[in-house]
């Protein structure tokens, strides 16, 4: 009996468990994993007089990975997301190394909290009001003609996608690299000095390499943000060309070409889980061997 | 050369304050733009008007906007910190195998351009027959907004002391009940402020409520089809008051989630 009671509770024990686990799973399932593999399934289908078909066939990669337009639009949206990358990276830093090191706990603390904000506020209409600042008679432009300067064309221009950019991205990378720099040991820091360490010899030679696994993280999300996004390059860089995130758009958005858009998008993924295997194991790497 | 150490963090701290003001001159801009009578914007600014807010106020399909995007940042906030503290409880408590998978589950849908979500999901939506309904635009966001749940709730939950639960079954109390009496209510300030993040990401997201709304638009799939159209200032009124909401729920969320004096104050 004193078995069976035991048995009973550890059968409790276990629905109790899986209870737990099955509303993630569920919904997970039907929402999330459900419309992915269905993506990956119709850009196999075909679209015939308007209508889609399910099918196994090719004719949507052949026709998509043949055009010029697509394999124009992937290196386009790969260089922007590049740029991007280390244009914010490199803005991040300073900023990051003077929150990690420069202010106090209580400042960082503040200031962190303040780069949380934007992230969870309108982007599309940050981006609009860059939209209006940047514009040809716009405030920016006005201010420079103050001084004689100008008027600069900012919008519509790699310079607008990039400001678009690094409004997305930059309070994210600021936090991360700002994280992953205040973690180091200040002692290694002073040892440096102490061993007659200039500032920028420390920066390259120990805060860089202790931070790399924070830094690398930061900039991949980054490249993941840039990549797929499609407001600026739209909306401030014209997208002329267009970026793969656009040509999604335009292809599902006129008539019903759903598989040729699901075919740019698996080409996207594949592309970012490359990129982002890649760069973990970078970051990784050297930290076993130390 | 502590002089020229000095002058060094003066200007890193200078830089900080451009790197925020770069940040932060979007919203204020459009702020003041709100409220400026310039359909153009630019320097000197016009005069002082509330127009575009009154235009805004009289138009009815930004009622109706507003209306939709409420009803979906309130239930996708409901069932995302449901599933979100779910997740989190398991991954506090158990361990199995595939958790990983398990977590991996939870946390990869940030990773996967919203585009190529907004894509997946209209067509997977089309599919199963139930696109273009609200209902379809809150099944997405929360998939989308689970990961920030279970972020928030398991950080709170990583701060307890793992004998309160244990405590609890030693006098006696159900495991079902232990969840109620202890980990729910020492949970309960992230709860609250998974629900007010959930919200705001719920209430600011345009690209998959732009492909799978259908005739439901919310605030920001009216804000995007306007500004694909020109140069319209209502959207800077309709852009300051998604502002003012997404950042009170977010400052908010960070103020009932740094609240950490009461840790274990934790009546049984």
């Not at chain 1, 922007?80 to 929150?99: M, Q």
């Not at chain 2, 359909?39 to 000197?44: D, G, H, I, L, M």
């Amino acid at each position: 009996m004193g078995t069976k009671e035991t048995e009973k509770k550890k059968r409790g024990f276990e629905t109790f468990a899986v209870v737990w686990r099955v509303p993630l799973i569920a919904w997970q399932t039907v929402f999330f994993l459900g419309p992915l593999l269905f993506m990956v399934a119709m850009s196999f289908f075909v679209v015939k007089n308007y209508r889609m078909r399910e099918a196994f066939e090719f004719v949507s990669w052949a026709k998509m990975l043949g055009r010029h337009t697509f394999w124009d639009a992937y290196g386009y949206t790969l260089l922007l997301a590049v740029c991007s990358t280390v244009i914010v990276s490199l803005i991040a830093f300073p900023a990051a190394y003077a929150l990690a090191f420069k202010t106090s706990a209580t400042v960082r603390r503040w200031a962190i909290f303040l780069l949380v904000v934007p992230f969870f506020t309108s982007y599309l209409v940050r981006i609009f009001s860059w939209y209006v600042v940047l514009a040809e008679s716009g405030p920016v432009n006005s201010v420079l003609g103050f001084f004689g300067l100008g008027p600069f064309t900012m919008l519509n221009t790699m310079f607008g996608t990039m400001v678009g950019y690094a409004t997305l991205t930059l309070p994210l990378v600021v936090i991360l690299q700002t994280v992953s720099l205040a973690n180091i040991d200040n002692r290694f820091i002073e040892a440096a000095h102490n061993l007659g360490c200039g500032a920028f010899r420390t920066i390259h030679a120990v805060i860089v390499p202790m931070a790399k696994t924070g830094l690398v993280i930061a900039a991949l999300f980054c490249f993941i943000l840039s990549f797929g996004d499609f407001v600026s390059p739209y909306y401030l860089g014209g997208s002329k060309p267009p970026t793969l995130a656009i040509l999604i758009i335009d292809t599902t958005k006129s008539g019903q070409q759903w598989p040729r858009a699901a075919v740019v998008a698996v080409m996207m993924m594949l592309t970012l889980f490359t990129v982002a295997f890649s760069s973990i194991w970078y970051a990784y790497r050297k930290r076993g061997s130390r | 050369m502590s002089g020229r150490d000095a002058l060094t963090t003066w200007v890193l701290r200078f830089y900080v304050v451009l790197v925020f003001g770069f940040i932060f001159m979007p919203i204020v801009a459009s702020v003041i733009f709100s409220f400026n009578s310039q359909r153009f914007p630019t320097v000197p600014l016009g005069s002082f008007t509330t127009e575009w807010y009154t235009a805004i106020l009289n138009d009815p399909d930004i009622w109706e906007a507003a209306r939709t995007s409420i009803l979906v940042s309130l239930s996708t906030s409901v069932l995302a910190t449901f599933i979100g503290f779910c997740t989190a409880y398991t991954d506090y408590r158990f361990k199995f195998r595939y958790k990983y998978g398990f977590l991996a589950l939870a946390l990869l849908p940030p990773t996967i351009p919203l585009i190529i979500m907004a894509l997946a999901m209209l067509a997977w939506f089309a599919k199963i027959g139930i696109s273009g309904q609200v209902w379809s635009i809150i099944a997405a966001h929360t998939v989308l907004t689970i990961p920030f749940a279970m972020a928030i709730i398991r950080l709170r939950l990583n701060e307890m002391d793992e004998s309160l639960e244990a405590a609890a079954w030693n006098l006696g109390a159900s495991e079902w009940r232990a969840v109620k009496e202890v980990i729910i209510p020492f949970a309960k300030p992230a709860i609250i402020s998974s629900m007010c993040l959930t919200a705001a990401v719920s209430f600011d997201e345009f690209a998959v409520a732009w492909f799978v709304s259908g005739l439901n638009k919310t605030i920001p799939v009216v804000i995007l089809e306007i500004v694909t159209g020109n140069i319209d200032p209502q959207v800077n009124a309709i852009g300051s008051f998604v502002f003012l909401v997404s950042m009170t729920l977010v400052v908010l969320a960070q103020i009932l989630f740094m609240t950490k004096g009461k840790r274990r104050t934790v009546t049984p």
